[in-house]
């Protein structure tokens, strides 16, 4: 929790005044094979912002999830028939176990 503060205090200040404001759930449902995974069932609660100058294409969002706290950042761009998406997400159950993190980048060609 001590990392989420300092997280929406810096997209606080860093959203400029076009910003959109919202709220998304996100839940995560985890298989293996045929079986359902219930004890490792995610559900996420994160209060974000959308900035950009066209298509509002920025967003931070930060909030909690199951057993701990969760935090996005990411992009989409359009030039012609290429869209780049990327995003970066971490999550933190508790003060023992590590900040767990990740980047993705996405390339979309469309014709």
Known sequence: ??????????AAFAAPVAADPYVEYKNE??????????????????????????????????????????????YKLGKGPLTFKGKWEGSKIDDIDPFDHKLETEIRFTW
């Not at 994160?46 to 909690?64: C, H, T």
């Open 1 to 10: 929790m001590k990392y989420v503060l300092p997280f929406l205090a810096l």
């Open 29 to 74: 449902l985890k298989f293996s094979d045929k079986n359902y995974l219930d004890e490792e069932t995610v559900n996420h609660l994160r209060f974000g912002y959308l900035m950009g100058e066209s298509n509002k294409n920025i967003y931070l969002e930060a909030g909690p999830r199951t057993d701990g706290w969760s935090s996005e950042a990411g």
